[in-house]
């Protein structure tokens, strides 16, 4: 039963047999073939028994071993790899066909490949996941031929549960380029700061460039020696990440929901200012408040966030921004950054939350995310040569100005704003940090 399970019969045996075949009933027309293609036909059954006899007696087997990472980062490339080592005494052929998860989609990829015997042969490909949760990859097949008469199905029945978090792959990147000063490659800018901080550091030696205003006359008369006060960066500032989770964060782009991209940007940006000594915390709001982590620096700070941001799940439902108010104004005493990730598609959605989010500018700056539709930006830009693709135009027109004057209003009652496409979300949400930081605001 196992040998008929693991036995397929390919097209080159097919063809092959339907050329016999014609052989035979041209045979019966011209007598003198008959003899030629009688040999011919046992000759084929020779190789035919040969092909099954090597696939399936002797040593030879087929080893594979699946190197896949420990977690997926959602809305990245993820580098998988497949190892197969061949036991067969000569050259042979192989078809690899994994069983992907439901999430990936993914029903045509297969690889073809030539195996030496006893060398490891890595084949490599990418997933993208656009969703967090258990990706669950089940059986890997691996078809060989020797002639190409028959194939040998050799299966690896363990199954293999991945996780897919938060995109650690986006946050592992800028903190790369952090630490080598190369954030620049990936849009980030060098925003000079303005004036000087009001936290001090210590005392010391005056050098040559060194600014006046910053001499500290007292020592320098004690010490008989010019001596300035040195200031640092203010630090430990709290960060926080609103990430609503209501029905306006639904709308895909790219595979991925609003509610993706918040929850990578949010995963990068808490670490960029662990990196600055500052403090990151996070919530998440729509009817009620919930995911709270309090705004610290400790070690496991961004372990706690990604397993938040891995179990953030939502049913989508109409946001109260009254409660994460009340919330803020309970839980978070200090003056803290607030990124409120969010989205308003009308003027009146601004409206009806526009009281909470000024009382929470009064006591906290916060920067509200507006996300731009790119794909409305397009269909205004495109002339159509139709009577509703005209009408389809002056809609898109209409909602990419309602957008501007969504921005300009939240600008106007004196709150920051980040207009970004979803895919820039995390490069403008770090500029503007460094900005808020450099302007010396919180």
């Known amino acids: 039963m196992r040998f008929i399970r693991s036995l397929y019969l390919s097209n080159r045996f097919f063809n092959s047999l339907l050329l016999m075949a014609t052989l035979f009933l041209l045979s019966f027309f011209v007598k003198q073939l008959f003899t030629p293609v009688y040999v ?27 190197n896949y990472p420990e977690k997926l980062s959602n809305g990245d490339e993820n580098l998988m790899e497949i190892r197969l080592t061949s036991f067969y005494p000569v050259k042979v052929s192989a ?15 297969d690889f073809e490949t030539p195996l030496l015997p006893k060398k490891v042969k890595t084949l490599q490909y990418s997933v993208r996941p656009t969703s967090r949760g258990v990706y669950t990859f089940q059986r890997c097949h691996v078809l060989v031929r020797h002639l190409g008469l028959f194939e040998r199905k050799f299966t690896l029945t363990e199954p293999m549960d991945i996780s897919c978090y938060p995109s650690f792959i986006q946050m592992r990147k800028y903190q790369l380029l952090a630490t080598t000063d190369r954030l620049v490659e990936l849009g980030i800018k060098r925003v000079r700061k303005v004036g000087a901080t009001l936290e001090f550091d210590h005392i010391r030696e005056y050098v040559r460039g060194d600014e006046y205003r910053h001499l500290n006359w007292k020592a320098t008369a004690k010490h008989k020696k010019l001596l300035v006060n040195q200031y640092q960066e ?50 998440t709001f729509s009817k009620q408040v919930g995911n709270h982590i309090a705004a610290e620096k400790r070690n496991n700070q961004m372990q706690l966030i990604l397993e938040k941001l891995y179990s953030i799940t939502t049913q989508f439902e109409e946001t ?40 929470l500018a009064k006591t906290h700056i916060v920067v509200v995310v507006v996300f731009k539709n ?69």
Not at 95 to 109: S, Y
Request: one cysteine or more.
């Open 374 to 442: 790119t794909e409305l930006v397009d269909m205004a830009k495109h002339k159509g040569k139709k009577v509703m693709d005209t009408y389809n135009q002056i809609i898109a027109e209409k909602f990419v100005y309602e957008k501007q004057l969504i921005v300009q209003e939240l600008n106007r009652q004196g709150i920051q704003t980040i207009f970004t496409a979803p895919e820039n979300l995390t490069i403008n949400a770090i500029n503007k940090y460094l900005e808020i930081k450099a302007r010396g605001l919180l």
């Open 320 to 359: 109260e921004f009254g409660n994460l108010y009340a919330f803020c104004n309970k839980h978070i005493n200090k003056r803290s950054l607030l990124m409120v990730y969010t989205n308003f598609e009308t003027i009146d959605a601004l409206n009806r939350q526009m009281p909470y989010l000024r009382m």
């Open 95 to 109: 078809r690899l066909i994994e069983e992907f998860p439901v999430q990936l989609q993914l029903r045509d990829m």
């Open 40 to 66: 011919l036909f046992w000759v084929y059954l020779s190789v035919c028994l040969w092909d099954l006899l090597f696939l399936y007696l002797g040593k030879g087997r087929i080893d594979i071993v699946r």
């Open 234 to 283: 203010e630090k430990s500032q709290p960060i926080y990440s609103l990430i609503d989770t209501g029905r306006v964060m639904r709308m895909p782009f790219n595979g991925l929901t609003l509610l993706d991209y918040a929850i990578n940007a949010t995963l990068v940006l808490a670490n960029a200012a662990i990196l600055k000594q500052d403090r990151a915390g996070m919530l």
